[in-house]
């Protein structure tokens, strides 16, 4: 089955303390990007990839990194989180292209305290 | 910058009712458009997409045409059932460079029966 998996699907961590969200696709794609999700602001793009050792930021990519060694994964890191980046979080794969359908995993929610 | 405005929810609608959800754009180029449906619980589908002026995207009964005079990609169903209860999403995407999703706000839509 087609499919982009998230790991975790919630974490609940204190201010600090660095972790990581795992994004991993199964169908080829070469453009992978995250995205997160608050209230009022439907989605935002935190980083994007256009391929294996490109990465870009996105419109909101302050205290976050991202990797992209092999095509099929995308994790994102957060070094040392705020409570500012307590939020819903979306990875995304698609072929590359015009018009091509962004697939969506089903998201990580993080909360930071 | 490019930017999507979506009508401001949430819509509550009785079973069979007509759906109209407005959505208008500002992008620079010529934008591909889509709409993004997020059961609760669950990442982002695509609904529809059109990715040239007076192309019409259709799926599951909804309609939504790209209507570049007016910069508009409105949704539309004629007849609503429970099951469509969800947030829908407006966005668009640019032919070049980062193919990032730019997304409005979301609408909540409630359909009772």
């Known amino acids: 089955e087609a499919q982009v998996t998230q790991n975790p699907r919630y974490l609940i961590t204190v201010t600090g303390k660095k972790l990581t969200v795992t994004c991993s696709q199964n169908?080829?794609?070469?453009?992978m990007s995250w995205y997160r999700q608050d209230p009022g602001l439907g989605l935002r793009q935190i980083y994007y990839s256009m391929n294996v050792e490109v990465t870009d930021k996105g419109d909101v990519p302050e205290g976050y990194k991202v990797s992209r060694k092999e095509k099929r994964n995308f994790p994102l890191i957060l070094e040392s989180p705020s409570p500012n980046q307590t939020s819903l979080y979306f990875c995304?794969?698609?072929?590359?292209?015009?018009?091509?359908?962004?697939?969506f995993g089903p998201g990580t929610r993080l909360t930071v305290t | 910058g490019d930017s999507v405005t979506q009508m401001e929810g949430p819509v509550t609608l009785s079973e069979e009712a007509f759906l109209t959800i407005n959505c208008t754009y500002t992008a620079t180029g010529y934008p591909s458009l889509f709409w993004y449906v997020q059961y609760p619980g669950e990442g982002l589908q695509l609904l529809l997409k059109a990715t040239k002026a007076d192309d019409k995207g259709s799926n599951k009964g909804f309609e939504a045409t790209y209507r570049k005079e007016t910069t508009s990609f409105h949704l539309e169903k004629g007849s609503v059932q429970v099951s469509d209860s969800a947030v829908y999403f407006c966005a668009l995407s640019l032919p070049f460079g980062n193919e990032k999703l730019t997304f409005g706000t979301g609408t909540r839509l409630t359909i009772i029966p």
């Open positions: 995304a794969s698609s072929l590359s292209g015009r018009g091509h359908e962004q697939y």
């Open positions: 169908m080829n794609h070469e453009y």
